[in-house]
């Protein structure tokens, strides 16, 4: 089965400080996709970052990017120069068959 | 309307009491979801709906009973619950079941509270 790993259950940073959120997945799947979603208070699952496991280039969207290391099994989100909006949860997810979420990272940022 | 939608957005309920809850998307997909988010707790997927097919019950008592006439829409009627059945209900959706290639895309929630 597979399982999704965040280690870090909350972090805290300054506005337009740099911040990087931890996820490590187990699976022997070769093919996968993973994700970062993220959760504000207003509870909506939004979409932030997607990446294919057979693709060696690390996803990139505007602020948000990813390091995978698929030797490592390790997928950490990048979110530069933070903003007050990105105060949310963050949930690492994997997807071969069934889409499985960690525990997520609580993030504040503070102004 | 865009994206996922679900009302009610919040419910109180008695254990004795009949609901239910409605999702409805408007990006034109075909699988549709329901996932259970309790507190200290990884989302658990609850079902799956492939052109309105049910293809994934995962272990989900009989007081929850899911329905899905069409692409667009999908409830998931409530009866008899416990007050540990109390959770945020996410909906999503997306184009289809193609492995793990479909992106999800998830409606705000019904945060239900059974008392």
């Known amino acids: 089965a597979q399982t999704v790993t965040q280690s870090q259950p909350e972090m805290s940073v300054q506005e337009a400080e740099t911040v990087t959120l931890s996820c490590t997945y187990d699976?022997?799947?070769?093919?996968?996709?993973l994700f970062w979603y993220k959760q504000p208070p207003s509870r909506q699952m939004i979409l932030v970052i997607r990446?294919?496991?057979?693709?060696?280039q690390n996803a990139t969207e505007n602020r948000f990017s990813v390091n995978f290391q698929k030797a490592a099994k390790s997928f950490s989100l990048k979110i530069s120069d933070s903003q007050l909006g990105d105060t949310a949860m963050y949930f690492c997810?994997?997807?071969?068959?069934?889409?499985?979420f960690g525990q997520g990272t609580r993030l504040t940022i503070n102004p | 309307e865009t994206g996922v939608t679900q009302t009610p957005r919040h419910l109180v309920m008695g254990m004795t009491n009949k609901k239910s809850l409605k999702c409805e998307q408007h990006?034109?997909?075909?699988?549709m979801y329901w996932y259970k988010q309790s507190a200290k707790k990884p989302l658990e997927l609850m079902f799956v709906?492939?052109?309105?097919?049910?293809?994934e019950n995962n272990s989900v008592p009989s007081r929850f009973s899911p329905e899905c006439p069409n692409s667009s829409h999908l409830f998931l009627h409530l009866h008899t619950l416990q007050p540990e059945d109390s959770a945020l209900y996410l909906c999503?959706?997306?184009?289809?079941?193609?492995?793990?290639?479909?992106?999800?895309?998830f409606g705000p929630g019904t945060r239900l509270l059974v008392l």
């Open positions: 999503a959706s997306s184009q289809g079941l193609a492995g793990g290639r479909e992106t999800q895309y």
């Open positions: 699976t022997s799947e070769n093919n996968y996709y």
């Open positions: 990446q294919e496991a057979y693709k060696q």
């Open positions: 997810a994997f997807q071969a068959q069934k889409l499985v």
């Open positions: 990006l034109g997909h075909n699988a």
């Open positions: 709906y492939n052109f309105k097919e049910q293809t």
